[in-house]
């Protein structure tokens, strides 16, 4: 089992960047896909992006297209979300997540079986 620590969460304001790393130990990362969620108080977790094992393929969620870009470095066993542009709805804690390798990886839950304990990020207005 893959374990994941995610760190860079933080309060910025309305506009900044913020990168999120996703940091692997157990095994490498590079044999798996990796996606990041968040889950804001009071509302269910919901999908942001994902990456291949490859980095061949990429998905995101509508509302984070353009401003948010998701990337790996297997060398380093880590995986990135640079956020840029940033919102107050885009406040949440953020979650990095291993799963199967899938050409087209997934973009919910039941993709992914190892999860890290999750990093606040909060956008003040």
């Known amino acids: 089992q893959v374990h994941l620590v995610e760190s860079g969460g933080g309060l910025v304001q309305a506009g900044g960047s913020l990168r999120l790393s996703c940091a692997a130990s157990?095994?490498?990362?590079?044999?798996?896909?990796v996606g990041w969620f968040r889950q804001a108080p009071g509302k269910e977790r919901e999908f942001v992006a994902a990456?291949?094992?490859?980095?061949?393929?990429?998905r995101y969620t509508d509302s984070v297209k353009g401003r948010f870009t998701i990337s790996r470095d297997n060398a380093k066993n880590t995986v990135y979300l640079q956020m840029n542009s940033l919102k107050p709805e885009d406040t949440a804690v953020y979650y990095c997540?291993?799963?199967?390798?899938?050409?087209?990886?997934?973009?919910?839950?039941?993709?992914?079986?190892?999860w890290g304990q999750g990093t606040q990020v909060t956008v003040s207005s």
């Open positions: 990456v291949t094992w490859s980095s061949t393929n990429t």
């Open positions: 997540a291993s799963g199967s390798r899938r050409i087209v990886p997934a973009a919910d839950a039941y993709g992914y079986d190892s």
């Open positions: 157990g095994r490498t990362l590079s044999s798996y896909n």
